[in-house]
T-cell receptor, first 111, second 114 residues
């Protein structure tokens, strides 16, 4: 069964810290892996997409890595800010026309 | 502005009263899908559509119907809603379903079935 797991479920850090969110998946035959951000009352916003042939993607203070062989991805957030507070979701796209989501990591960055 | 819209955003209804949640995208996307989000379970796919008149079941299709008569619209129909369909629903779209394609999500519809 194709499953996606995110650890930790919740994280609270002081402003300025660098942090890492983890995502693991059971089936390594993926098309791509995406990281989304979800704010309360709003939809999901795509942050980064890593194709199966890539190792990492960067956007501003965000860096996502992909290791297919171990079934893991990490989202690195540098110099965290209160505005980064949100739920971060990892989703894996398979060739079965499915996008499988993890349950998310709820991040709070306090001043 | 490129976007996915959903209506209504909030809905309270009673068991058995048919309802439709609309989804529309203005990006000429071929692929559209519906998800429900429940605490502890994450987002689960209900139905998806690869193109007009092509729809298929996701992981949790029971109690739902969809149609894709036009490229831009993908309504979700609950013929006889039950309390276990109380959830947060998201519509999403992408140009197609492929290795480079990012999914664009609507703002969500929060449904309460009494």
């Amino acid at each position: 069964k194709q499953e996606v797991t995110q650890i930790p479920a919740a994280l609270s850090v002081p402003e300025g810290e660098n942090l890492v969110l983890n995502c693991s998946f059971t089936d390594s035959a993926i098309y791509n892996l995406q990281w989304f951000r979800q704010d309360p009352g709003k939809g999901l916003t795509s942050l980064l997409l890593i194709q199966s042939s890539q190792r990492e993607q960067t956007s501003g203070r965000l860096n996502a890595s992909l290791d297919k062989s171990s079934g893991r991805s990490t989202l690195y957030i540098a110099a965290s800010q209160p505005g980064d507070s949100a739920t971060y979701l990892c989703a894996v796209m398979y060739n079965t026309d499915k996008l499988i989501f993890g349950t998310g990591t709820r991040l709070q960055v306090f001043p | 502005e490129a976007q996915v819209t959903q209506n209504p955003r909030y809905l309270i209804t009673v068991t058995g009263k048919k309802l439709t949640v609309t989804c529309s995208q203005n990006m000429n996307h071929e692929y559209m899908s519906w998800y429900r989000q429940d605490p502890g379970l994450g987002l689960r796919q209900i139905y998806y559509s690869m193109n007009v008149e092509v729809t298929d079941k996701g992981d949790v299709p029971e109690g739902y119907k969809v149609s894709r008569k036009e490229k831009r619209n993908f309504p979700l129909i609950l013929e006889s809603p039950s309390p276990n369909q109380t959830s947060l629903y998201f519509c999403a779209s992408s140009f197609n379903f492929g290795i480079r394609e990012t999914q664009y999500f609507g703002p969500g519809t929060r449904l309460l079935v009494l």
